[in-house]
T-cell receptor, first 113, second 113 residues
Framework: SQKIEQNSEALNIQEGKTATLTCNYTNYSPAYLQWYRQDPGRGPVFLLL?????KEKRKERLKVTFDTTLKQSLFHITASQPADSATYLC????????????FGKGTMLLVSP | KAGVTQTPRYLIKTRGQQVTLSCSPI?????VSWYQQTPGQGLQFLFE???????NKGNFPGRFSGRQFSNSRSEMNVSTLELGDSALYLCASSFEGSSGELFFGEGSRLTVL
């Protein structure tokens, strides 16, 4: 079955630096991969989607890469701010073909001033 | 456009009781998915409904059930509650034909005593 791995340890960085989060997956070739942000006690919020035929996607300070050979996605936040502190979840489409996702457990990002 | 609305936001039950959670999707969205989120397991898929039909089901016992109404609103029910059912239950809606990005509600926090 699908398996997604995200670094379980929190990532601590200083304001202004680039944060890089990793998502690895096995036993599947997803059609697309998504990244979500989740704040404590809140529902996840969609950030970016990247398809299997895309290598990179950008949105403002966010950048996602997708390497289907390595089965890995990298999520970058440039010029990070304390407001970027949250848990970031990686998700890929389930092999059912419907609008359902398999989520990683997320990586907590802490940006200090 | 109103977001996904979940009720109740918080509830406390005792073992053996049953609970019903409600979800109103974004207007025009016909797909509704339910997820359970716990600190240990992360986000786990429960089931997905589209046009009142369950299209996909996760690996949960039969105590977990759901349904969708003609107006796309959805409910999920958990019977014979166990301590391990304590979790944040998240509902998400999506627009069929999209690439699957999900719009989550704020969740229903269930505590089983």
């Amino acid at each position: 079955s699908q398996k997604i791995e995200q670094n379980s340890e929190a990532l601590n960085i200083q304001e202004g630096k680039t944060a890089t989060l990793t998502c690895n997956y096995t036993n599947y070739s997803p059609a697309y991969l998504q990244w979500y942000r989740q704040d404590p006690g809140r529902g996840p919020v969609f950030l970016l989607l990247i398809r299997e035929n895309e290598k990179e996607k950008r949105k403002e300070r966010l950048k996602v890469t997708f390497d289907t050979t390595l089965k890995q996605s990298l999520f970058h936040i440039t010029a990070s701010q304390p407001a970027d502190s949250a848990t970031y979840l990686c998700a890929l489409d389930k092999d059912s073909g419907y609008s359902t996702l398999t989520f990683g457990k997320g990586t907590m990002l802490l940006v200090s001033p | 456009k109103a977001g996904v609305t979940q009720t109740p936001r918080y509830l406390i039950k005792t073992r053996g009781q049953q609970v019903t959670l409600s979800c109103s999707p974004i207007s025009g969205h016909r797909s509704v998915s339910w997820y359970q989120q716990t600190p240990g397991q992360g986000l786990q898929f429960l089931f997905e409904y589209f046009s009142e039909t369950q299209r996909n089901k996760g690996n949960f016992p039969g105590r977990f059930s759901g349904r969708q109404f003609s107006n796309s609103r959805s409910e999920m029910n958990v019977s014979t509650l166990e301590l391990g059912d304590s979790a944040l239950y998240l509902c998400a809606s999506s627009f069929e034909g999209s690439s699957g990005e999900l719009f989550f509600g704020e969740g229903s926090r269930l505590t089983v005593l």
